[in-house]
């Protein structure tokens, strides 16, 4: 298990680059918290220091977003809050996505839990305080 604090909203750079230093592979990011703990914050984060070109924004509605790096790369973002059945992960090919050796982040992982992939990481964001987040990361490998 590995953790990380993010201080405040002005350390969140340091912190992504720390967390992408210690997870230098590709790889499915499940992520946790309470609405508003700042899932989407840091993983907009995570993608500036993937060097992500196109503008990241949470999918709340498209379900995924994909985003290519500047080393022509893909970042899969996800955000399964709205959907009502874990059918409907499915159907828009979530599987293909897990298993493309690509940066997924996925937020709301909970709302599709059987159909996430064995080899991934737990990443669960608690808020201290309005200012300060730990971020807790268990491998599940």
Known sequence: MQTF?????????EVAAQFLNKYNKPAVFC???SMGAGKTTFITALCQQLRVI???NS???SIVNEYDTEAGDKVYHFDFYRIKEQEEALDMGCEDYFYSDSYCFI??????DTLLP???YDVKILVNDDFTRQITVTEQL
């Open 5 to 13: 604090t993010i201080q405040s909203i002005e350390t969140i750079d």
């Open 31 to 33: 992520f946790y918290g």
């Open 107 to 112: 937020e709301w992982p909970e709302k599709i």
């Open 118 to 120: 064995p080899d991934r």
């Open 59 to 61: 999918p709340t509605f």
């Open 54 to 56: 196109d503008v990241v």
